[in-house]
């Protein structure tokens, strides 16, 4: 069975840099896009981006683009979310998931990583 | 981007009761729409692809139809698990874009 487990809870302040982590297990974790999807507090969820693990080709919402850096390293089946100047904005709930293709939807998802950036 | 929008925000109901959930694309995506739903405290759960395809697990009182623009989400007969949030999700173009949500609730 797959199962996708991310890092644990972050607390950081305004303006420093943060890297979390979405380890996959079970088979096949290279074959298809992995994406990173937000969910503020209390609110709905939004996508991030996502990549291609055979080629690592990244693809972001405008809306993240150039804020977030998505990553990976296929050698130990872990996919990356990066900030390098976090907002307090960016407080929220982050989930790393798996399709297995085009129409298959979200079929995994991590427990999700609660980041809480604070002064 | 493909707006999604989804009604009602907000549904009350009951045990046992049939519940239909609407969500409506900006444009065409044919049948790239999936449906979630979520509960407080957990990470949320893939019910429909595809449209109508329900997944591996998921019971059967839950149906899934539509294409093009309109979407429904259908529950039968709502059980006492059954109240959480529900999301749908269009995967035919990026930026990938989700509905606003709509919160079921024990009435």
């Known amino acids: 069975e797959v199962q996708l487990v991310q890092s644990g809870a972050e607390v950081k302040k305004p303006g420093e840099s943060l890297r979390i982590s979405c380890q996959g297990s079970?088979?096949?974790?290279?074959?298809?896009?992995i994406s990173w999807v937000r969910q503020m507090p209390g609110k709905g969820l939004e996508w991030m981006g996502r990549i291609a693990p055979t080629d690592s080709y990244t693809n972001y919402s405008p809306s993240f683009q150039g804020h977030v850096t998505i990553s990976i390293d296929k050698s130990i089946s872990t996919a990356y979310l990066q900030w390098g100047s976090l907002k307090a904005s960016d407080t929220a709930m982050y989930y790393c998931v798996r399709q297995t293709d085009a129409e298959s939807g979200f079929i995994y998802w991590g427990q999700g990583t609660l980041v809480t950036v604070s002064s | 981007d493909i707006q999604m929008t989804q009604s009602p925000s907000s549904l009350s109901a009951s045990v046992g009761d049939r519940v239909t959930i609407t969500c409506r694309a900006s444009?065409?995506?044919?049948?790239?729409l999936n449906w979630y739903h979520q509960k407080p405290g957990k990470a949320p759960r893939l019910l429909v692809h595809?449209?109508?395809i329900l997944q591996s697990g998921v019971p059967s009182r839950f149906s899934g139809t539509g294409s093009g623009t309109d979407f429904t989400l259908t529950i039968s007969s709502l059980q006492p698990e059954d109240f959480a949030t529900y999301y749908c999700e269009q995967s035919y173009s990026t930026p990938v874009t989700f509905g606003q949500g709509t919160k079921l609730q024990i009435k």
């Open positions: 079970g088979n096949n974790f290279n074959s298809f896009y």
């Open positions: 595809a449209a109508s």
């Open positions: 444009q065409s995506i044919s049948t790239y």
